[in-house]
């Protein structure tokens, strides 16, 4: 029989997020439920449970209140619960909840800890990878499929263009994306029943480990204080749909006038020639990754044009570390976008990704030489590995940061959003090296100098057998289609345009317009287009001169992940879809109706 230990944290609505200005934290004294992304925990808990048997406890941290999260979960099948609640654990930030946690899951044993992808009110995965790390156990991050055969486990993970085949043995910590497994509808009656189930109180007198590691006083990243980012308001020029080719030409006319349909001439920070010298305890690093053609990710490239600039402020240097033999054939383009110098790790173990290999191989190279800050993309590998290379060495880590900053200090301040982008919180670190993940597409992007000319230093470092194995990496992305994170152009997609059917004939716009092309959540769930597409609070962050919203309501979910579009054009059918609030320029219509003459006109118009 399985022992499944379920990770749960219980959030507040995001529409009522509610902050202590004295210690800088959340009130969860309002509405709560349990994150999104745990709720496929449980459910996933539940299906392994009916397939194989399983003793099932689901465990969070928090205040008394929290106690409502677990009985819920009980009501879903758990068998029994344990809610670490202690004033002791107060104003812990991801690391040290991670420790708290696995200090009361070590003694147990479990054979699979499953916890959500990651939780929506701060946006943060860390905690699963954090927890992994400091238990020394395995992990598979962003699971959407997952098989059992005695001790193996073989797992589809979600990945920036697709998705990734691994193999690991259990024990295994699985943090679950959406589509592995349909939350559970709690049956009436259930929640009475529920009541009778054993649930523990656990104190911090009850963790084998010191109260120096724990809450506020053992976190290493604080806030330094909590800024409200408005929503963008738009006042939206409403056009006659009846005649859709006037319509068009209309829209077309308008958004000439606007300069919307004149490529953007981005007038980028231009890279020195000059080559600076690595100085102790002054150098940047930036983590280089490639994608599936073997190319540098833009995303890499954004990190490490913003190092340029801040290793020239620290007096030290931006330094690219490549891991694998493979990645010293970069060192020309890394050079030409800021880096001083190129590291490459090399070790076999390095040559199949797994996250536990990568994170110990730079953990050793920055025991020895103590840089000032490690950047890592907030890609879907960066957030797999990136937490665990901060549980080893004990260090703080802003996820998912949207700015870099240096204070008067030389500190680090790591911008944060959270809460679909309401809120922006300058964090700093307590530990050296500094650490942060950085989304793509919200640094700027230096202009290259391809005269720069740097030393390539190769490292070999020692590594254990890794604790996961990558079997292949697939592909889903439409090469027909502008990279959405560099396009100037996107078309997004609601679940109003129908169906598969739909998507294809919006897609043919796309192409027209020499554009990208995103979705909603609910269209990536439904499976229409691929996850990598989705824009919003639990997808990305675009920034297109133009762009248009296709059957999208416009909830808040997905607007966050536009706020910087310059232009946005909608078409919905709903005078009172809230998209409308954002829109520039709106067409209330069905979409069938107007797209061919909107394709048409801007063949034309493109021509």
């Not at 299906?47 to 009501?75: C, H, N, S």
Request: charged share 25%.
């Amino acid at each position: 029989m399985l022992k499944i230990a379920v990770l749960i944290k219980q959030i507040p609505m995001i529409e009522d997020a509610n902050f202590d200005p004295v210690t800088k934290t959340i009130r969860r004294d309002g509405d709560n439920v349990i994150s999104a992304y745990d709720l496929r925990a449980v459910a996933l808990a539940m299906e392994l449970k009916a397939r194989f048997g399983a003793d099932t406890t689901v465990i969070t941290m928090g205040p008394p209140q929290a106690r409502a999260a677990i009985e819920d979960a009980l009501a879903m099948g758990i068998d029994r619960g344990v809610l670490l609640s202690d004033r002791a654990f107060a104003g812990a930030d991801t690391l040290a909840t991670a420790r708290a946690l696995a200090a009361w899951l070590k003694p147990r044993a479990f054979d699979l800890i499953l916890a959500g992808k990651y939780s929506l009110d701060a946006e943060t995965g860390q905690v699963g990878p954090e927890v992994a790390a400091i238990l020394r156990v395995a992990q598979a991050s962003g699971v959407r499929k997952l098989e059992i055969d005695g001790a193996a486990i073989k797992a589809e993970r979600e990945s920036d263009e697709g998705y990734e085949e691994v193999e690991t043995a259990m024990p295994c910590l699985v943090t679950c994306a959406e589509r592995v497994a349909q939350p559970i509808k709690v049956k009436a009656g259930a929640t009475e029943a529920a009541k009778s189930k054993p649930l523990e109180v656990v104190g911090a007198d009850k963790l084998n480990i010191d109260s120096s590691q724990l809450g506020f006083a053992g976190s290493p990243t604080w806030v330094s204080e909590v800024r409200a980012v408005e929503t963008p308001k738009t006042s939206c020029t409403f056009i006659d749909p009846d005649d859709p080719e006037r319509a068009a030409a209309s829209l077309i006319e308008r958004l000439d006038r606007r300069g919307a349909l004149t490529p953007r001439q981005s007038v980028r920070r231009a890279i020195s020639l000059s080559i600076r010298k690595p100085a102790a305890k002054r150098d940047l690093w930036v983590i280089v990754e490639t994608n599936l053609a073997g190319a540098v990710t833009r995303a890499t490239l954004e990190i490490l044009s913003r190092a340029d600039s801040l290793a020239s402020q620290l007096g030290g240097a931006a330094i690219a570390i490549g891991i694998g033999a493979s990645s010293a054939s970069h060192a020309g383009v890394l050079a030409s976008y800021g880096a001083d110098r190129m590291v490459v790790l090399d070790a076999s173990e390095l040559d199949g990704y797994s996250p536990d290999g990568v994170a110990r191989a730079v953990a050793s190279l920055a025991r020895e030489r103590t840089p000032w800050g490690i950047f890592v993309s907030a890609s879907e590998r960066g957030r797999d590995w990136g937490p665990r290379l901060a549980a080893d060495l004990g260090l703080g880590l802003t996820g998912d940061a949207i700015g870099l900053e240096l204070d008067s200090q030389d500190r680090l301040v790591a911008l944060k959003a959270a809460f679909g982008g309401n809120i922006v919180a300058p964090i700093l670190s307590k530990t050296y090296p500094q650490m942060a993940t950085i989304r793509s597409g919200v640094l700027e992007l230096g202009e290259p100098n391809a005269a720069r000319r740097i030393e390539t230093e190769v490292v070999r470092v020692k590594l254990d057998a890794p604790l996961s194995r990558m079997i292949r990496a697939h592909s889903l992305v439409d090469t027909t289609l502008e990279a959405l994170e560099s396009a100037q152009v996107v078309v997004g997609i609601g679940t109003g345009v129908g169906g598969p059917d739909g998507v294809a004939a919006v897609k043919d716009l796309a192409r027209t317009l020499r554009a990208g092309m995103c979705a909603t959540r609910r269209v990536t769930d439904a499976g229409w287009v691929p996850r990598q597409l989705q824009v919003g609070l639990t997808g990305k962050s675009i920034d297109p001169r133009l762009y248009f919203a296709i059957g999208i309501r416009g909830v808040p979910n997905h607007t966050v992940g536009i706020k910087r579009a310059q232009t946005v054009v909608a078409i919905n059918n709903d005078p009172e879809a809230p998209i409308f609030e954002r829109a520039d320029f709106g067409i209330v219509a069905d979409w069938k109706a107007v797209l061919p003459a909107l394709r048409d006109a801007f063949r034309n118009r493109l021509a």
